[in-house]
């Protein structure tokens, strides 16, 4: 998991790395008061945020680097301040270079939790990906 441990913005947010599988990963994050709009919500970008962390652990868990080609993300409950919010991401389709992967982010509970949010993420592989060995490659 070298692409985690250099990853700054997933540590500045407080994210941690529960689970990682091949296709799959589990990223959970405290909701604080930095991370709440004027709504006093957790802000919808900080939610993305978890859900690309997830979705970059688990498309990068094959070993080549990967970076997004995109997502969708669709907010179905607000994330609250207190709260702890877990990213369970999995892969639907991987073929060739591109890949497409589901994360569902929940409320408190990893496995039964309410559901805040659905994120679809579409990954590339890059064609020479021997950055993977220097530590510092690129995510999605």
Not at 23 to 52: E, F, Q, W
Not at 55 to 84: E, K, M, Y
Not at 92 to 97: A, D, E, K, Q, Y
């Amino acid at each position: 998991m070298g692409m985690w441990a250099d990853d700054a913005a997933s540590a500045m947010l407080g994210m941690q790395a529960v689970k990682v599988a091949p296709g799959r990963a589990r990223v959970s994050m405290l909701v604080r008061p930095d991370m709440v709009n004027g709504h006093d919500l957790c802000h919808g970008g900080v939610i993305a945020s978890l859900a690309d962390s997830a979705f970059a652990l688990a498309c990068n868990s094959h070993g080549p680097v990967t970076v997004a080609a995109g997502f969708a993300i669709d907010f179905l409950l607000p994330g609250r301040l207190g709260q702890v919010l877990h990213a369970e991401a999995r892969e639907v389709s991987r073929h060739g270079r591109s890949g497409i992967y589901d994360v569902t982010v929940r409320a408190d509970d990893p496995e039964a939790g309410e559901v805040i949010a659905e994120f679809r993420g579409r990954s590339r592989t890059l064609p020479d990906s021997r950055g993977a060995d220097r530590g510092s490659a690129p995510r999605a």
